[in-house]
């Protein structure tokens, strides 16, 4: 029997982050990464943590769902949470990220972590014998998805996510936007295409025509609802995409005062500022209609595209029916499954299930009984979800304040609410996190 003692199969993001939690409570890791042997349709290199969809880590603003859940983990002695804070660039209230800058960090704190040992290749199937942390995400290699289903007796579940469109930045014509963050928040770290009446109705027009790539035969669109392709909200009627990622509201053009019909969001991708991401405009269309259509936004006219949007389909276990409170397989209990794979949706919850899944693996590598996070946690709430939810209508989740415990004592005012909810949660805790070393 090899030597060491747990598994962590794929280099995402949450299988980086318990391999090392796994390394830094004694463990001893393999972790394997099947890229660059094998690739998926989404990811575009070999690295470590590459973010496939959006570079954001979402609100950094103190007392939100996405900071809680962030706080936890960095209070925990986060590993993705270090690197995306040593990545950061720009982006108003949210923690945004150079994406090659946090893979490299990401890659550069394993190699340092003399217990944790990088093996490219692919798992093909799951280990008999030794405590695994599975963690292959969403688009899961065929035959170890195979191997998964039979072990579980069920199909994994699938829905689509979907990736935006990426743009040179000095394809874009800076005298036709403006930098500006919503309501002034966070600095001018946005550019923002404005469009008027006539021009948002001509861009819904086109996109409504534009020609989409066919899905096959056995793919039935299960679109996350978060995560919408810019031409599925337009069939929903043409107001909305001005109540989604073509929100105006806060966001008044300095150069007339007024606020636009409809606008677009760019967001930098790196330190450089060389390249923007349309924000919230994931698509599925064909790219020969895709850069026509884009090209009909204000500034994006002569717009030179690094990356076209996407739609992938994401597998998912159906977590209520298949997992226990400690992340384990019912069927295997010496799997672990983290990440989206496990039932969740969003980057920092894929990190916070890594982190989960590590310190479980850890406590049965020792012959313990993991402790789950205690249910007032964001931690706790995500897993309690995740475990408690109905078995037949379960959908992947963000961590929201809906999935927390309501205080004891009603409180009226959001803001109070919200703040008191944190402020439980993080004394909750801090009884359960480990001391950072």
């Given at each position: 029997?090899?030597?060491?003692?747990?598994?962590?199969?794929?280099?995402?993001?949450?299988?980086?982050?318990?391999?090392?939690q796994l390394a830094r409570r004694g463990l001893e890791v393999e972790l394997y990464e099947m890229r660059p042997r094998v690739s998926t349709p989404a990811h575009r290199t070999a690295s470590l943590g590459e973010l496939v969809c959006s570079n954001s880590l979402k609100s950094e603003t103190p007392h939100t769902a996405p900071w809680l859940l962030k706080e936890e983990l960095r209070r925990g002695g986060s590993l993705l949470l270090e690197c995306a804070a040593r990545a950061?660039?720009?982006g108003g209230q949210a923690l945004t990220v150079d994406r090659e800058r946090f893979s490299a960090g990401i890659e550069a704190a394993l190699a340092a972590e003399p217990r944790v040992r990088l093996r490219r290749?692919?798992?093909?199937?799951?280990?008999?014998?030794?405590?695994?942390?599975?963690?292959?995400?969403?688009?899961?290699?065929?035959?170890?998805a195979e191997d998964l289903a039979r072990v579980t007796g069920r199909s994994s579940l699938a829905f689509y996510d979907a990736i935006s469109p990426i743009v040179e930045a000095d394809s874009i014509d800076h005298e036709r936007v403006y930098a500006a963050s919503r309501y002034g928040k966070g600095g001018d770290d946005y550019l923002n295409c404005p469009l008027d009446r006539d021009e948002y109705a001509r861009?819904?027009?086109?996109?409504?025509?534009?020609?989409?790539?066919?899905?096959?035969?056995?793919?039935?669109?299960?679109?996350?609802?978060?995560?919408?392709?810019?031409?599925?909200?337009?069939?929903?009627?043409?107001?909305?995409?001005?109540?989604?990622?073509?929100?105006?509201?806060?966001?008044?053009?300095?150069?007339?005062?007024?606020?636009?019909?409809?606008?677009?969001?760019?967001?930098?991708?790196?330190v450089r500022s060389d390249s923007y991401n349309l924000v919230g405009f994931q698509n599925h269309l064909r790219f020969a209609a895709q850069a026509e259509v884009l090209r009909l936004i204000p500034g994006l006219e002569h717009a030179r595209f690094l990356r076209y949007g996407q739609v992938h389909r994401n597998s998912y276990l159906q977590a209520p029916v298949v997992l226990?409170?400690?992340?384990?397989?019912?069927?295997?209990?010496?799997?672990?499954?983290?990440?989206?794979?496990?039932?969740?949706?969003?980057?920092?919850?894929?990190?916070?299930?890594?982190y989960l899944a590590g310190a479980f693996a850890a406590a049965l590598a020792r012959g313990a009984t993991p402790i789950p996070p205690p249910r007032?946690?964001?931690?706790?709430?995500?897993?309690?979800?995740?475990?408690?939810?109905?078995?037949?209508?379960y959908a992947p989740a963000?961590?929201?304040?809906?999935?927390?415990?309501?205080l004891p004592t009603p409180e009226p005012d959001r803001a109070r609410r919200h703040q008191a909810q944190c402020e439980i949660a993080l004394a909750a805790a801090g009884t359960w996190l480990p001391p950072i070393t």
């Open positions: 029997m090899s030597p060491v003692s747990v598994a962590v199969i794929g280099g995402g993001l949450a299988g980086p982050e318990a391999a090392y950061a660039v720009p290749q692919e798992v093909t199937s799951l280990p008999l014998d030794r405590i695994t942390v599975l963690a292959t995400g969403p688009l899961t290699s065929t035959p170890l861009f819904c027009a086109a996109l409504t025509a534009a020609e989409s790539y066919p899905l096959r035969d056995f793919e039935q669109p299960q679109y996350f609802e978060a995560c919408l392709p810019i031409e599925e909200l337009v069939r929903r009627g043409i107001e909305t995409l001005r109540f989604g990622p073509m929100k105006p509201v806060g966001l008044p053009d300095p150069r007339t005062g007024r606020v636009p019909h409809a606008v677009v969001q760019l967001r930098r991708e790196n226990t409170p400690a992340l384990q397989l019912r069927a295997r209990r010496t799997v672990l499954v983290a990440g989206q794979l496990c039932g969740t949706e969003g980057y920092v919850e894929a990190i916070a299930t890594g007032a946690t964001a931690l706790g709430s995500l897993l309690h979800y995740m475990i408690n939810a109905a078995p037949d209508a963000n961590i929201t304040f809906d999935l927390l415990p309501p």
